[in-house]
């Protein structure tokens, strides 16, 4: 055997994790640090993407990937409820209830935004944050994933 150094550890998980078990919180704490180990900076701007809560129970069909294609948003009607919806990237999407923190107003789709028109609110569609009141408070988040070419959201 010769004196070469070791090869530097992939970055790899030591046993599959899904990623609902993931995004649910359940993974390992040796998979989570393997994760972190892992990390640089290509990889950390790359996981900016925003990060839907753990779907759980049974999905909803909201929309399809053709109806909602990356980088777009839109509202949906799920029972008699507003939704909004954005998918940030091919694989993820967010959803929030379409019902304003200020006055309960119905919020819609704006440019690169969500905007409520009664008092002029304006809500990111990354979190759903406010970015202009008078409302305070973010938009009621939902869990939701694509699954195939449904755009599911766990109510
Ligand atoms: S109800 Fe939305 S800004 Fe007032």
Do not use: Q, W
């Amino acid at each position: 055997m010769d004196n070469l150094p070791s090869p530097a550890p992939r970055c790899g998980l030591s046993s599959p994790v899904t990623r609902r078990a993931v995004l649910g919180g359940v993974a390992s704490a040796g998979a989570v640090a393997g994760l972190s180990a892992c990390a640089d900076p290509s990889t950390v701007a790359a996981s900016s993407t925003p990060v839907s809560p753990a779907p759980g129970g049974e999905g909803t069909v909201a929309a399809t990937t053709a109806e909602l294609p990356v980088g777009s948003s839109k509202s949906v009607k799920i029972g008699k409820r507003t939704y909004l919806l954005f998918r940030p990237a091919e694989t993820t999407v967010l959803a929030y209830r379409a019902v304003c923190t200020h006055a309960g107003c119905e919020v819609s789709v704006g440019e690169g935004e969500f905007v409520c028109h009664c008092h002029g609110s304006h809500f990111t569609r990354e979190s759903g944050e406010v970015t202009a009141g008078p409302a305070r408070g973010p938009l009621e988040k939902f869990p939701a994933e694509i699954s195939g070419e449904d755009v599911l959201v766990y109510l």
